[in-house]
T-cell receptor, first 114, second 118 residues
Framework: GENVEQHPSTLSVQEGDSAVIKCTYS??????FPWYKQELGKGPQLIID?????GEKKDQRIAVTLNKTAKHFSLHITETQPEDSAVYFC?????????????FGTGTRLTIIP | DTEVTQTPKHLVMGMTNKKSLKCEQH?????MYWYKQKAKKPPELMFV???????INESVPSRFSPECPNSSLLNLHLHALQPEDSALYLC?????????????????FGEGSWLTVV
């Protein structure tokens, strides 16, 4: 089955700086890679996703890059703000359009220092 | 609107009780999921329903019994739980349509139901 590793487990950055979280996956059949943000006491919120036919995707301050050859993908947050503080999970799946089995990374606790 | 609604938000139950968690979505999604999340851990898949039929059971103990009454609703019936079953239970949904669409496999989560077994 799929195995997703995520680093670092904790990350502290000064407000305004950039944050990068990295994930690697094992199953070459995986072709869909979402990122979720989970605030304390809440459910995971999808913030960005990327499919294997794309190398990079950007949405305002958030970007994701995918290297299929190396089997790794990364989340980049620029101009960080205090409200970016949360736990971030990467995930991977071989899209099955009806039976998606997301495999999550272990999570990164991001703290933005004002 | 990408909303998955779960009730109750908090539930405390004894080990001999029978209770249910409920989930609802009105996005026309045809795949619905139950995940379990322990503290400081990622969500773990429990069940997948596709077109109201159970398609995946990740070897979940029978004290957890899922039900999908229609395409908008998903229940999780709980009976004879153990204290170690205390966790955040997350419902999620995706389009689940068999034809490939740009967002067909995007999964949206609800806010979860916090379950405490005493």
């Amino acid at each position: 089955g799929e195995n997703v590793e995520q680093h670092p487990s904790t990350l502290s950055v000064q407000e305004g700086d950039s944050a990068v979280i990295k994930c690697t996956y094992s199953d070459s059949a995986s072709n869909y890679f979402p990122w979720y943000k989970q605030e304390l006491g809440k459910g995971p919120q999808l913030i960005i996703d990327i499919r294997s036919n794309v190398g990079e995707k950007k949405d305002q301050r958030i970007a994701v890059t995918l290297n299929k050859t190396a089997k790794h993908f990364s989340l980049h947050i620029t101009e960080t703000q205090p409200e970016d503080s949360a736990v971030y999970f990467c995930a991977a799946t071989a899209a099955n359009f009806g039976n998606e089995k997301l495999t999550f990374g272990t999570g990164t606790r991001l703290t933005i220092i004002p | 609107d990408t909303e998955v609604t779960q009730t109750p938000k908090h539930l405390v139950m004894g080990m001999t009780n029978k209770k249910s968690l409920k989930c609802e979505q009105h996005m026309g999604h045809r795949a619905m999921y139950w995940y379990k999340q322990k503290a400081k851990k990622p969500p773990e898949l429990m069940f997948v329903y596709s077109y109201e039929k159970l398609s995946i059971n990740e070897s979940v103990p029978s004290r957890f019994s899922p039900e999908c009454p229609n395409s908008s609703l998903l229940n999780l019936h709980l009976h004879a739980l153990q204290p170690e079953d205390s966790a955040l239970y997350l419902c999620a949904s995706s389009q689940g349509v068999l034809r490939r669409t740009p967002s067909g496999n995007t999964i949206y989560f609800g806010e979860g139901s916090w379950l405490t077994v005493v």
